[in-house]
């Protein structure tokens, strides 16, 4: 097919924009290059691109493709917290936008990047594609209004399919450190503290971004009728953890760690168990090959090759938030996220 891939030189973009490669896929990609400066080592794939911010996506960017893959977006609940009316604009108004234009433009699948935040506080029942949605960020909230309209353009001609991926973690060319796993492992390594910010109890599913990967492929080339106005959750049922489970993890997998909370650590109202038998069963094609225990021991491994120092770690560079807030104070970007002093070009080397 041929794929438009937004947010395509983001964390899970630059992992997935290879496999889709590999499987014969011609890709395009849609990114405004926020993260230009948090490369992490090689690895992105150059495919052609369009250089621009999602919000300013117009019906000539979409034309002639199969499938739209969308994932731009503000990528976490702090980011999200840090203007909640950019998050729905950019989350929200710009997602609902760009499948109009999608459905209008004769786009036959759109695939959307949704949450397991959509749940938000679900409590300990597991939750379900049936189950209601219960936000508590305007991360989550902007996920579960795109899905609710979004669902609204599904005809006989237009079919789209909501993928609610669990936390991520793993290593990709665009690494972050503000994912739970990717970060206890970077505290354990650069620190011998497997550090908690929360008091531990909260519910997390969680998933390897070549697992989310899987998941866009396997609903790619699934039948339409299995997939058409369908929500996924993606993950593994028996990949659901406390936070402190998952710090059991890393401190079975970083010799000499212990465990310590954070003096102000107090309870997260962000805590749901998630099924994911649905994927499991409607799309053999998904076969997940990590479990948290072996996506520890792949961070711990590539920072250990790396020398990742806790200076590095708790910089800016590989934290979403902290990143765009040195882009804001050092005039690269305005307060609406929008590039500032800098000529973009289609190589994506304006910086």
């Known amino acids: 097919m041929r794929v438009l891939l937004t947010g395509h030189r983001g964390y899970i973009g630059t992992v997935l924009t290879p ?39 117009e019906a000539s960017d979409v034309e002639g493709f199969d499938a739209i893959l969308h994932l731009a977006g503000l990528s976490n609940d702090p980011l999200g917290d840090l203007n909640p009316d950019l998050t729905y604009d ?26 397991c935040s959509n749940y938000g506080a679900a409590g300990d029942t597991p939750v379900n594609e049936t189950s209601e949605f219960n936000p508590v960020t305007p991360y989550g ?12 353009l599904a005809d ?3 079919s789209p399919t909501f993928l609610r991926s669990a936390t991520a973690y793993g290593v990709s060319p665009r690494l972050r450190f503000d994912l739970v796993l990717n970060n206890l492992v970077a505290w354990a390594y650069t620190t ?47 990949e659901n953890y406390r936070i402190r489970e998952i710090a059991e993890i890393v401190k079975d997998t970083v010799p000499g760690c212990e465990i310590e909370f954070a003096e102000d650590a107090g309870p997260d109202k962000r805590c749901y168990r998630v099924d994911c038998d649905k994927i499991a069963r409607v799309l053999p094609e998904f076969q997940p090959q990590w479990t948290t225990k072996k996506g520890a021991e792949q961070l711990y491994n590539t920072y250990k090759k ?10 800016e560079r590989y934290k979403r938030i902290a990143h765009i807030k040195y882009l804001i104070g050092d005039g690269l970007l305005d307060t ?11 190589a994506g080397t304006g910086l």
């Open 192 to 238: 011998g503290k497997v550090h908690i910010k929360s008091d531990g109890t909260p519910w997390r599913p969680i998933v390897h971004i070549e697992d989310i990967s899987r998941a866009f492929l396997a609903v790619l080339h699934a039948p339409r009728e299995a997939v058409h106005n369908e929500a996924f959750n993606v993950g593994r049922t028996s």
């Open 306 to 315: 790396i020398g990742l120092s806790l200076d590095e770690f708790e910089g």
């Open 19 to 57: 496999m889709l490669l590999a499987a014969g896929h011609e890709v395009v990609g849609f990114d405004s290059d926020l993260y230009r400066r948090c490369s992490f080592g090689e690895g992105i794939s150059e495919i052609p691109w369009i250089e621009k911010d999602i919000r300013d996506a």
């Open 141 to 152: 909230s902007s996920k579960a209004m795109t899905e609710v309209e979004v669902a609204k």
């Open 90 to 115: 950019i989350n929200f108004k710009a997602s609902l936008r760009l499948a109009e234009l999608a459905k209008q433009g004769g786009v036959e699948r759109f695939i959307f990047s949704s949450s």
């Open 156 to 158: 006989d001609a237009f």
């Open 336 to 346: 609406n996220l929008r590039w500032q002093q800098v000529t973009l070009t289609s």
